[in-house]
């Protein structure tokens, strides 16, 4: 310890303070998106677009993907050209239809006479006499009648079915015509791009990684045993890999079962807003171990701390009224900036929260690699 005069007059002093709270395990994870979505490819063909690159943003339904659909709109042009052969075939069939039960040509053998005198000849007398003739020489007219109506709407019913195919056909392309596009399912940026203008694709090939970076969060793989000191909605301290950041994180989501190889649960926990960084960064989360007795640990604001390499000290203020620069021992953070002391400082013991600029010149604000 090194001893010195008085600071400088207004320096903040506070008192160690104590948190009754159980010792906390440090376990590594990654930041990642809360919503996060793959593209793949659903057909196979050539990239033709890509809308942009990585860290480019992007609205809802703007397209991000788009493949070569030249072959498709060829098929769907030659099915609509089978869909209007089936719509004027139901025309068709629908006048002979109605010609059929409007003006009979029943088959008989009025309709094999000829013209003028031999026309003449069948209606005076052949038709007549057919009628009475056994067996019906003429056949019956009601008969022949229903069986050329029957023919004529079973033509009427095979052109209907002929055009439901087509539009079928034309639906079904229709389908995989919006399957050449990939659409932003929400406001988000591409954070990895998998494949190039050009490309060839086949389906299920990933193309783009999309995400919403609003809202972060960190995943962590919990052992079984340290589930119990995990409830949803609790704060837990976490250190972001970027500047030592320190924040409390909630807890998101608990999955509901572990995995059967490593017996540990996945834990997402949502990090505050405007938090820096992005997906796959590390991040440290100090899970409570309530398997440990619970003590009187001494807390200080992180910003009472000066480093000289990897060394914590702090000021602390003497009953005569003079500065004493302590070595600490820090242990985790409990909560916000209070950092647990595990030894150089005890409960009730006066320190400067803020130590002047220029103080101690070899000291520093962080600690140096």
Do not use: C
């Not at 919503?35 to 860290?55: D, H, L, N, S, Y």
């Not at 055009?163 to 596009?181: C, F, N, Q, V």
């Not at 989360?285 to 398997?291: E, G, Q, T």
């Amino acid at each position: 310890m090194l001893s010195q005069p008085v600071l400088a007059q207004g320096a903040q002093i506070v008192t160690v303070g104590a948190s009754k709270s159980a010792s906390a395990v440090t376990l590594g994870g990654t930041v990642v998106a809360f919503k996060e979505v793959t593209m793949t490819a659903q057909i196979p063909g050539r990239v033709e677009f890509i809308a942009g690159t990585e860290g480019d943003s992007f609205k809802k339904d703007d397209i991000l993907v788009a493949i070569d659909d030249d072959d498709l709109l060829a098929k769907r042009r030659a099915a609509v050209a089978q869909y209007n052969n089936a719509s004027a075939a139901i025309s068709n069939a629908r006048v002979q239809y109605d010609r059929e039960l409007w003006s009979p040509q029943s088959r008989s053998i009025t309709r094999s006479g000829g013209m003028g005198m031999p026309s003449m000849f069948d209606q005076m007398f052949t038709q007549p006499f057919s009628q009475a003739m056994p067996g019906n020489y003429g056949g019956d007219r009601y008969v022949d009648r229903q069986a050329d109506l029957y023919g004529y709407g079973t033509q009427l019913t095979q052109a209907q079915n002929q055009l439901l195919t087509a539009k079928s056909a034309i639906e079904e392309i229709d389908a995989k015509l919006r399957d050449t596009r990939s659409f932003a399912p929400f406001d988000g940026v591409i954070i990895r791009k998998m494949v190039e203008e050009g490309d060839t694709v086949q389906p299920g090939q990933p193309l783009v990684v999309f995400a919403d970076l609003t809202y972060l969060q960190v995943e962590v793989d919990v052992p079984m045993r340290l589930m119990s000191g995990l409830k949803k909605g609790m704060l837990i301290p976490v250190k972001i890999d970027v500047g030592n950041l320190r924040v409390d994180a909630r807890v998101a989501q608990i999955f509901p079962s572990a995995d059967p190889e490593r017996h540990t649960v996945k834990v997402k926990f949502d990090l505050p807003l405007d938090v820096p960084g992005g997906p796959g960064m590390y991040a440290e989360v100090m899970i409570p171990d309530n398997s440990t007795a619970t003590g009187d640990v001494p807390v200080i604001p992180d910003s009472a701390v000066l480093w000289r390499g990897s060394l914590p000290a702090v000021y602390v203020a003497t009953d005569d009224n003079r500065t004493e620069l302590r070595l600490i021992r820090l242990g985790e953070y409990v909560s916000g900036n209070q950092v647990a002391v595990l030894s150089g400082l005890k409960v009730g013991e006066r320190i400067y929260a803020t130590p002047p600029a220029g103080a101690s010149s070899d000291w520093n604000k962080r600690p140096q690699q």
